[in-house]
């Protein structure tokens, strides 16, 4: 069993940026594939990025390419999301989830057996 706790969130102006940390609990932390997904009011849960196991891949939406990053730290159990240039449709709450035993970068809800408790994410005009 995993638990996910993510942290980080809050308002921002919009240009601005944020980190996201996920802290990961259990073992072998190292063997999952980690993601970030968000959710809208109104909308469908979408996928925003993962990492791979060693964090040798990673994979984004087209909307965050070139202004978000995410990464990972497998000794501190630990994933990120940098999320620069922020814009008012980034606002959402913002999920960690953990792939088992997932090669490379999934991008699709049922991919993932773990999910955090979200982090809202609010990005002013």
């Known amino acids: 069993q995993v638990q996910l706790v993510e942290s980080g969130g809050g308002l921002v102006q919009a240009g601005g940026s944020l980190r996201l940390s996920c802290a990961a609990s259990g073992r072998a932390f190292s063997t999952y594939a980690m993601g970030w997904f968000r959710q809208a009011p109104g909308k469908e849960r979408e996928f925003v990025s993962a990492?791979?196991?060693?964090?040798?891949?990673?994979d984004y939406a087209g909307s965050v390419k070139g202004r978000f990053t995410i990464s990972r730290d497998n000794a501190k159990n630990t994933v990120y999301l940098q999320m620069n240039s922020l814009k008012p449709e980034d606002t959402a709450v913002y999920y960690c989830?953990?792939?088992?035993?997932?090669?490379?970068?999934?991008?699709?809800?049922?991919?993932?057996?773990?999910w955090g408790q979200g982090t809202h994410v609010t990005v002013s005009s």
């Open positions: 990492i791979s196991w060693t964090g040798g891949r990673t």
């Open positions: 989830t953990a792939g088992r035993g997932r090669y490379g970068t999934p991008s699709r809800p049922d991919d993932y057996d773990y």
